[in-house]
Structures are given as C-alpha cells and as structure tokens.
C-alpha cells in the first residue's frame, strides 16, 4: 500500500496532554482548540432546539469553561479574587463528582488563596498534606491485623 493509513503517536504527545506547564505556545493552541469544540457543541445543540440555559447543559458547559480558565492562567495568570471564585465555582460544579473531602479542600483553597494567590495555592495542599501526616505520624498507624496500608506503604505492625 503506496500511503500511510494512519499514524502511531506516542502516548502523551498529544495535544491535550501535558503534564508541565513550560510550554506556552502549546497551551495556547489548545485553549483555541477547545473555545472551537465548545462553540461547535453549543451550536450543534442549539440547532436541534435544546435550550443550553437548562441545568444539566449550564453545569456541563460550566465544567468546560472551567477547564478552559485553568489552561489560560498559564498565560495569564488571575488575581487573588479570580483564582479564588474559580476555585469556588470548580467545587460547586464539580460536586457530583467531588468526594466531600475533595470539596471541603477545595473551598477552603478557595479562601486561602485570597490570602496567598494564584502563585502560592499550591502552598496550601502542601501545608495540608504536612499537618495530615504529622498528625498521622503522632498518633501512630492504625492497627486492623498484621499488616497495615497507610497511603499506599505497607507497613508492618509491631507484635
């Protein structure tokens, strides 16, 4: 056969996966991708007559908008009020899908980031993954039999 039918890609080379944030220009162009599939939803919806004010539609093109804000802070990154009512709107729209811990985190990053910005949140989880394993560390492994998980580590109980 004279033509390739298609083409191998290497995992994690495309362009909605990227797990730094060094590269710019890629963030760019996936933030024009995504305003142009959105808008290509919406139209088509539109279209055959489904109302996109109703709930289900509104949460749903929410959760998009939402993605679409975080990849566009790369560029330009928000000011402390920005960051933090998109933090508030992300736990309120991702709720069905949030554990409550999730969302109790994710408020209270909401309010922390009004103090420390958009630069510095993730200063909060590291705090609080620090004061959860002191805690943890102080009073010692829960014991349910010979063997104890405690965040993925096997661990040995003392006999």
């Known amino acids: 056969m004279p033509e390739c039918l298609a083409v191998y ?5 495309n362009l909605f996966a990227d797990p730094t944030r060094a590269n710019k220009p890629r963030y760019e162009l996936r933030v024009r991708t995504r305003r142009v599939l959105v808008d290509g939803m919406k139209a088509w919806l539109d279209e055959r007559g489904y109302n996109l004010h109703q709930p289900d539609l509104h949460a749903f ?4 908008e939402l993605v679409q804000q975080k990849d566009e802070f790369v560029a330009a990154p928000p000011g402390r009020v920005q960051i933090s009512r998109h933090l508030m709107q992300y736990a309120h729209f991702y709720a069905p899908q949030l554990t409550w811990r999730h969302r109790a985190v994710t408020y209270a990053n909401a309010a922390g980031s009004l103090v420390v910005g958009y630069k510095n949140v993730h200063l909060l989880d590291e705090r609080r993954v ?3 394993r002191a805690l943890r560390g102080a009073a010692g492994p829960v014991v349910a039999g010979e063997n104890t998980r405690i965040s993925g580590e096997e661990r040995q109980t003392p006999r």
């Not at 093109?61 to 998009?64: A, D, E, T, V």
């Open 9 to 13: 890609r290497v995992h994690g080379q």
């Open 61 to 64: 093109f929410k959760q998009w």
């Open 130 to 132: 620090a004061v959860k």
